[in-house]
């Protein structure tokens, strides 16, 4: 069945530094992949998406490209504020219209 | 974008009692969906809940300790039935407008069962 992997954390970066969070796919067909963000004591946002291969997703100065050949969407941020501490999940959605989450990975920025 | 209300936001509530959770949004939808988020621990799908039809659980569910009502396109509510400490969880009414594959997320409702 479909599955998500990401990186585990927590991730502790200095502000300004370069993030990269990796998350893999396993599906059938050609999911839609998105970057959910869940900022302390709030509910789950979408971040960004993309729903064919090469496109890439952005928001926020978020990126992530849908790579088919490694089955990859890798989340990256140039330069990170303390303000983007969150847990963000990776997830797919397939044929069966069911969104399915990676296990999230929280991100602590320090200033 | 979708605006999606859960009542009540959280409640803390006694062993072997039930809890039904209410999930109002603000336009007509045919699919939505019930997740459980456990402390720590990422989303994982309860049911699917279509208008007119019955609620579709996932492997780990069942319909007696977690009914489904979905009366309307436009509301749903799920009952955590005789609880147990286990069941303290967030419970997050999601729903998938046709127009977009863009999921979104009510605000949850944060479940703790003494």
């Known amino acids: 069945g479909n599955s998500v992997t990401q990186m585990e954390g927590p991730v502790t970066l200095s502000e300004e530094a370069f993030l990269t969070i990796n998350c893999t796919y396993t599906?059938?067909?050609?999911?839609?992949l998105f970057w959910y963000v869940q900022y302390p004591g709030e509910g789950l946002q979408l971040l960004l998406k993309?729903?064919?291969?090469?496109d890439k997703g952005s928001n926020k100065g978020f990126e992530a490209t849908y790579r088919k050949e490694t089955t990859s969407f890798h989340l990256e941020k140039g330069s990170v504020q303390v303000s983007d501490s969150a847990v963000y999940f990776c997830?797919?959605?397939?044929?069966?219209?069911?969104?399915?989450f990676g296990t999230g990975t929280l991100l602590a920025v320090q200033p | 974008s979708a605006v999606i209300s859960q009542k009540p936001s959280r409640d803390i509530c006694q062993r072997g009692t039930s809890l039904t959770i209410q999930c109002q949004v603000d336009s007509q939808v045919t699919m939505m969906f019930w997740y459980r988020q456990q402390p720590g621990q990422s989303l994982t799908l309860i049911a699917t809940?279509?208008?007119?039809?019955?609620?579709?659980?996932e492997s780990g569910f069942v319909i007696d300790k977690f009914p489904i009502s979905r009366p309307n396109l436009t509301f749903s509510t799920l009952t955590v039935s005789n609880m147990s400490p286990e069941d303290s969880s967030i419970y997050l009414c999601?729903?998938?407008?046709?127009?977009?594959?863009?999921?979104?997320f009510g605000p949850g409702t944060r479940l703790t069962v003494l």
């Open positions: 999601s729903l998938a407008p046709r127009t977009t594959d863009t999921q979104y």
């Open positions: 809940a279509n208008q007119g039809s019955e609620a579709t659980y």
């Open positions: 997830a797919l959605r397939g044929a069966t219209n069911k969104l399915i």
């Open positions: 599906a059938t067909g050609y999911p839609s």
């Open positions: 993309a729903t064919k291969a090469d």
